[in-house]
């Protein structure tokens, strides 16, 4: 198989974690005899230090054009003080905005092995953690309209969370799907309705298409509730469904519990075969440069797009599976205790794929 993939190495650690998941995704190659172009775009700070702009089209032309995205991380303190549509994380909501893809999946998973590095009392860990994060993805509050205004006090900001039925009823739908391929069939719908409009519309279009899922165990929570519910009782969920900022903060919660941020995956999808692959982490500048952090989040996330976007299921699962394997050995990079470098990680996982 031939594909083109764009790769957005980005700021801080991204250039290191990109390349850690090249490096698996040449195993792969390798062993079954498959071939990746790969075609490199600046973004981020990366970028405004080449062009002055966070997402250069032409960098948003390029993925329009490849089968699939990999991203690195953008920002870092040397872009802090830009303006405001001038800072590298405006790329990334440009981004996902220009590509249409409304759908932020991150699977959180305790690996066996990682069971004693979770935060989590060592009975809870044990219960186990295997769950869908389904975070809408272009709409709430990072879209909606805000500005400064004068008020009562003097002045003051507003950000507007402004969601419409047709974009709950998407996403929606897709966690449903999501959740009739999964062995529990339990979903389990965030927000903050006994507060919010637009929680209160998210929640009655949520029951709505619940409906065509009859096989599906539905459920809603509020959003304080889930937050406590993630460290008492992780083992409970199955797919969560959330607004955007819901579930921006609260898969980083549940990264916490399985280890490390360093490794979770997600990938960024919409209607079609295209998808923006990332691990969930942003760019760590006081690492970066000095090749210890995880490449694991982005090296799952090369297994997402491989499974999602190409429609190799096999080939991703021995990437999860090299993966599993190298930290059964005990091998751990810097976040999780260990001493082992991110090129190093990225050397073993890749000799696993050609072996497991």
């Known amino acids: 198989m031939k594909k083109t993939i764009a790769v957005l190495r980005g700021d801080g650690i991204g250039p290191e974690i990109i390349d850690a998941a090249l ?7 390798q062993r079954f005899s498959h071939q990746f172009n790969y075609h490199s775009l600046a973004i981020g700070g990366e970028a405004l230090d080449k062009t002055g702009a966070p997402l250069p089209e032409d960098t948003l032309e390029g993925c329009k054009k490849a089968d699939a995205a990999l991203l690195g991380a953008v920002g870092g303190p040397k872009w802090e003080k830009n303006v405001p549509h001038l800072r590298p994380e405006k790329a990334l909501l440009a981004l996902r ?3 249409n893809v409304f759908a932020n999946l991150r699977p959180a998973v305790l690996f066996d092995s990682l069971v004693p590095s979770s935060p989590l009392r060592a009975d809870i860990a ?13 709409g709430g509050i990072y879209f909606g309209k805000r500005g400064y205004r004068d008020g009562p006090f003097g002045q003051e900001a507003f950000d507007t969370e402004i969601y419409s039925i047709m974009e709950v009823e998407r996403i929606a739908k897709l966690a449903f799907d999501i959740a009739s391929r999964r062995e529990r069939k339990k979903l389990v719908s965030v927000d903050k309705a006994n507060v919010l409009d637009s929680s209160k519309l998210w929640r009655k279009t949520v029951d709505k298409i619940a409906q065509l899922y009859p096989n599906i165990q539905c459920e809603h929570m509020l ?9 008492r009782n992780p083992s409970q969920f199955d797919v969560l469904l959330m607004p955007n900022m819901f579930g921006d903060i609260l898969s980083d919660e549940a990264s916490a519990i399985t280890g490390s941020i360093g490794l979770l995956p997600s990938s960024s999808i919409g209607s079609g075969k295209f998808g923006l692959y990332e691990p969930i982490h942003g760019s760590a500048p006081d ?5 210890i952090a995880n490449p694991i989040g982005t090296i799952l996330s090369a297994g997402m797009m491989l499974s999602n976007s190409f429609g190799l299921h096999k080939e991703a699962k021995v990437i999860d599976d090299a993966v599993k394997a190298v930290l059964a050995k005990g091998l751990r990079t810097a976040d999780l205790g260990g001493k082992i470098s991110c090129s190093k990680m ?9 072996t497991v």
């Open 126 to 138: 044990k219960k186990g953690i295997d769950m869908m994060i389904v975070r809408e993805l272009t």
């Open 287 to 291: 690492i970066a440069g000095k090749n």
């Open 346 to 354: 990225a050397e073993e996982i890749s000799l696993k794929v050609l």
């Open 223 to 231: 959003v304080d509730n889930c937050a406590m519910q993630l460290v």
């Open 97 to 99: 905005q220009g590509l």
């Open 23 to 29: 490096m698996v995704l040449g195993a792969i190659e």
